[in-house]
């Protein structure tokens, strides 16, 4: 598979981006700062790095090219409007390209509330975060994607704590799983990567947990 991958360089992306290439697919990355992405990326043949910005349309045209089959985006707010600005440019240009599958990693409080399901997480005393503007960003993006004839998936990991280690996942459509109340970015990226194409996940939003006590 040919992808085009942004927020390569994140902790998530970063974990993603390298299965990716153990796997044998071949990429385009675009990244804002080249010096952070590893020689190991950097030296291999199926890796083409550009530099650019999620919110440029000429960088995004440059990064999803005719070549790119889907787009994975671990692309985080950075504090700002960078999630609702570069989503319709990314989805623009897959668009005109015809390409279809679309994943990108969102976050728990877009998730639909237990008690509440016609509000999100973090609309209800279910999210220990309170609405902010990074949860508004991240649900401008499901908004968006509802509103496209894309096959998108959102990947919604619960607490991410540093960390290296895999652990089993546990998972539910549009809602945070029961069990788990971390997932280290490792297992989040090895979830997603293993059902990247899964069709179960199609139009949805997946909450995860590190299915542990």
């Known amino acids: 598979m040919h992808i085009t991958i942004l927020g390569a360089t994140g902790r ?16 385009n990355l675009l990244v ?7 020689d190991y990326w950097k ?3 199926s890796v083409t790095i550009i530099e650019g910005n999620a919110v440029s349309k000429a960088d995004v045209a440059r990064a999803i090219d005719d070549k790119t089959e889907a787009v994975f985006s671990a692309l985080s707010t950075d504090k700002a409007d960078v999630l609702s600005q570069s989503t319709p440019i990314i989805t623009d240009r897959m668009q005109k390209l015809g390409i279809n599958r679309f994943v990108s990693i969102g976050t728990a409080g877009i998730l639909n509330a237990l008690h509440s399901p016609d509000k999100f997480r973090y609309e209800t005393d279910e999210s220990k975060k309170p609405m902010t503007r990074s949860s508004l960003e991240h649900a401008s993006v499901y908004h968006h994607l509802k509103n ?3 096959t998108w998936t959102i990947f919604c990991p619960t607490y991410l704590p540093d960390g290296t280690e895999e652990s089993p996942v546990a998972w539910k459509i549009d809602f945070m799983p029961d069990a788990g109340k971390r997932i280290t970015p490792a297992s989040a990226a090895a979830f997603v990567f293993k059902h990247f194409t899964d069709p179960q996940f199609y139009q949805c939003r997946v909450g995860m947990a590190e299915d542990t006590p």
């Open 43 to 45: 030296n291999n043949s």
């Open 148 to 150: 496209t004839n894309l």
């Open 12 to 27: 998530t992306g970063s974990e993603f981006t390298s299965r990716a290439i153990d796997a044998g697919w071949t990429m």
């Open 32 to 38: 804002r700062t080249p010096e952070k992405v590893p």
